[in-house]
């Protein structure tokens, strides 16, 4: 495996802010933040993607993002939090990373990243739906 910036931030070889460190993860801030506070919240074990972390590690990580999501806003002052993950697409680096960002209302940020599409009709968007519910079973 090519060497991971995140897991090095985890085995503490590089240097990071770090908010939290724990068995379940390390919170730090992303060096290129969306916001001042923005946390970047990453698993102890070289996971690329949320469908790959294995389930057994599934609690105790979100356990470790739903705190530091409750926390940024107390600390800082902020109203609330925007909370992503990206998988593959934006993955900027490949390690399991959510993102904890502050938010207070006015800041800028305009909903997503992304533009918006609109399905053409219900039956266009009952047709994503079906396909989407015959894969989870």
């Given at each position: 495996m090519a060497s991971?910036?995140?897991c090095d931030i985890?085995?503490?070889s590089v240097p990071?802010?770090?908010v939290i460190d724990s068995p379940d993860g390390v919170g730090f801030l992303d060096v290129r933040p969306v916001f001042k506070g923005h946390v970047l919240v990453v698993p102890r074990a070289h996971v690329v993607t949320l469908p790959s972390l294995p389930l057994t590690d599934l609690p105790g990580y979100f356990n470790l993002v739903?705190?530091?999501t409750a926390a940024v806003p107390e600390a800082l002052?902020?109203?609330g939090t925007f909370v992503a993950n990206n998988n593959i697409v934006s993955q900027s680096v490949a390690h399991l990373h959510f993102h904890v960002v502050p938010r207070t209302k006015g800041?800028?940020?305009r909903g997503f990243f992304w533009p918006r599409h609109k399905y053409?009709?219900?039956d266009e968007a009952r047709d994503y739906a079906s396909r989407i519910a015959a894969?989870?079973?």
């Open positions: 991971c910036v995140f985890v085995a503490g990071a802010f770090k739903q705190r530091v002052g902020a109203q800041d800028g940020l053409a009709s219900d894969k989870l079973g």
